[in-house]
């Protein structure tokens, strides 16, 4: 392969908005896509037959056995198009041949959505909506509280983490924050010590070996007295069995959660007529005090922009050497 010869590119998983973007940029790139809305697997492995570089989302996990194929098949590199890596098996993947890299898109996107999740869940946005739309119009029993008098503890201060505390200083709250490498102006403090003081927890770390059920019952237990918690980063960053306790008997006022352990194969689908087989997500919906969404806070017009041009600029940077997963 030469500077000017073409770079290819499968793109697995991908939705008609992300496709439009891939084929309108690629040429700029000087790549040639592959596009299709399968989730990569085994059996479609050989459309990437030729590329050494493929890109994956973030929904569908991708087995070990798909990993081989694809390392037998000469790929040499998967960029998944998101931050989390949780999906892949990334030392096995070095162990057949294949790097795996991840892609920055706008924080402002995540930080934004744990904001609102935030405001809705003090002032209890979901029971007064749903009253609502069924024409009552009675005042919540409690009333809301204000940013402003609320201590929140951030976890993580990665970009994401570090555009929620830029955010959260607009409205005059105390704001503590926990991270390995302090890299904010907040209060940084241990986790214990923030758990204890904050009346809103919000999650933005990733989600590895050591941070899997970081509230575990454990830490939930010495949260604050009704305290809120929020998370826009991954499922299994909480341990649901033991959430969902302290939620039913009141030790936490609430939590909005935009991830959920056990979310793969239930969020993004229409799933109005088929049985929910997750216990845990049907008693989280069902209490007043808990905000549910599928796993949106990334989904803006900019994040896609930024995730579709930075997963051909790693592949790219790949191919000439510069980044080696």
Do not use: W
Not at 144 to 167: F, P, S
């Amino acid at each position: 392969m030469t500077d000017s010869d073409p770079v290819g590119i499968t793109i697995y998983g991908c939705g008609e908005d992300e496709a439009a973007l891939f084929r309108a940029m690629a040429p700029r790139f000087g790549v040639v896509p592959t596009i299709t809305e399968a989730p990569v697997s085994e059996a479609n492995v050989d459309l990437a037959l030729g590329n050494r570089c493929v890109s994956v989302g973030h929904k569908t996990r991708v087995a070990n056995g798909t990993l081989r194929a694809l390392g037998r098949g000469g790929v040499a590199y998967v960029s998944t198009r998101s931050v989390g890596f949780n999906h892949v098996n990334v030392q096995y993947a070095e162990s057949v041949g294949i790097a795996v890299g991840n892609v920055a898109y706008s924080p402002d996107s995540v930080a934004d959505y744990t904001l609102m999740l935030m405001l809705m869940a003090i002032r209890h946005a979901k029971s007064t909506v749903l009253r609502t739309e069924v024409h009552d119009y009675r005042l919540h029993e409690a009333r809301g509280r204000e940013l402003r008098d609320l201590t929140v503890g951030v976890v993580g201060t990665g970009r994401i983490g570090a555009a929620v505390v830029d955010r959260l200083r607009g409205f005059g709250c105390r704001i503590l924050a926990c991270d390995r490498n302090p890299r904010t102006g907040a209060d940084h403090v241990p986790l214990d010590e923030l758990l204890r003081l904050s009346d809103i927890v919000t999650l933005h770390t990733p989600l590895n070996a050591t941070t899997h059920h970081l509230l575990d019952r454990g830490r939930i237990d010495r949260m604050k007295p009704g305290a809120l918690v929020v998370n826009t980063g991954r499922g299994a960053l909480i341990d649901t069995e033991a959430l969902v306790p302290a939620l039913e008997s009141g030790r936490l006022g609430g939590a909005a959660l935009d991830v959920l352990e056990g979310e793969e194969g239930v969020f993004y689908a229409d799933r109005r007529n088929e049985p929910i087989e997750s216990k845990p997500l049907l008693r989280l919906q069902e209490m007043a005090n808990v905000l549910v969404s599928p796993h949106s806070a990334y989904y803006t017009d900019h994040a896609l922009t930024d995730t579709v041009e930075n997963s051909i600029i790693n592949c790219l940077e790949f191919e000439s050497g510069k980044q080696h997963g």
